[in-house]
């Protein structure tokens, strides 16, 4: 049994990738705010175990850790995935406690459930595991008025290199998958257009959540001495590589 957890999996790349786990094989950890969308990803599976959990809490990650360990006595995949955009303003624009909501979630909650996460695969038996983060084509490039969610996705970049270079010693690969325009609730907006960074509105691609999920799951699948520190899975035709 490989016992998975994915946090964000109520809703949009967490789903997706919850799904295509459960498809390969995987017992699922279903970790999320709301308990009503993790019940409507596991969809009656038997492998799927829905999880309340808070990342912006310390102790509901606990929790949340705890019983893997408690149930399954091990764990062998993070999908470490929650994360939030927050309200998209010009830098001076931004307050305390938009940037506060944002860094909370997306560094503090990632890092919490990678420190629980190393932790488990370091005590168990056989050791190791994979630690997969969710990155951003914002860990390498920003789009306009999105200071604090650019801030940490290059934040989720440095994790990944002290994860990736202290697991080597506990056979725990840790990798990125940096994603452009996955078909989600998020990048809705993006069919009728979205800010470009000469000040102009553009329609841009998306593609197909799947082709993210399968990836991640091609990567989960890889033995522990093999690593995909950096990947990135895109839309062919967003405004990314080149200038527009």
Same mark, same amino acid.
């Given at each position: 049994?490989r016992i998975a957890v994915v ?15 459960? &498809? ?9 705010r709301d308990r009503t969308t ?32 408690? &149930? ?173």
């Amino acid at each position: 049994m490989r016992i998975a957890v994915v946090t964000g999996a109520g809703s949009g790349i967490g789903r997706a990738v919850s799904t295509v786990l459960l &498809r390969d094989g995987f017992t699922v950890v279903l970790a999320g705010r709301d308990r009503t969308t993790l019940r409507e990803t596991a969809a009656g599976s038997d492998a799927a175990v829905p999880v309340v959990t808070d990342v912006r809490s310390g102790e509901s990650v606990a929790a949340l850790f705890a019983m893997v360990e408690e &149930r399954f006595g091990r764990l062998d995949l993070l999908f470490n995935n929650a994360g939030v955009f927050g309200r998209g303003a010009p830098v001076d624009e931004v307050s305390d406690e938009d940037w506060e909501n944002v860094v909370e979630t997306n560094v503090n909650g990632a890092f919490r459930c990678a420190r629980a996460a190393f932790g488990l695969m370091r005590r168990q038996d056989p050791q190791g595991g994979r630690i997969i983060n969710n990155g951003s084509i914002s860990a390498h490039a920003p789009r306009p008025n999105a200071v604090a969610y650019t801030t940490t996705k290059h934040a989720m970049t440095g994790l990944t290199k002290a994860l990736a270079l202290e697991g080597r010693a506990h056979h725990i690969a840790c990798g990125q998958i940096d994603i452009g325009n996955a078909a989600t609730a998020m990048t809705e907006h993006m069919a009728t257009g979205a800010l470009q960074a000469n000040g102009t509105m553009a329609a841009e691609p998306t593609i197909d959540v799947t082709a993210v999920a399968e990836m991640v799951v091609h990567m989960a699948n890889l033995p522990t001495d093999v690593n995909v520190p950096f990947v990135t899975v895109m839309a062919n035709g967003m405004p990314y590589i080149g200038r527009g």
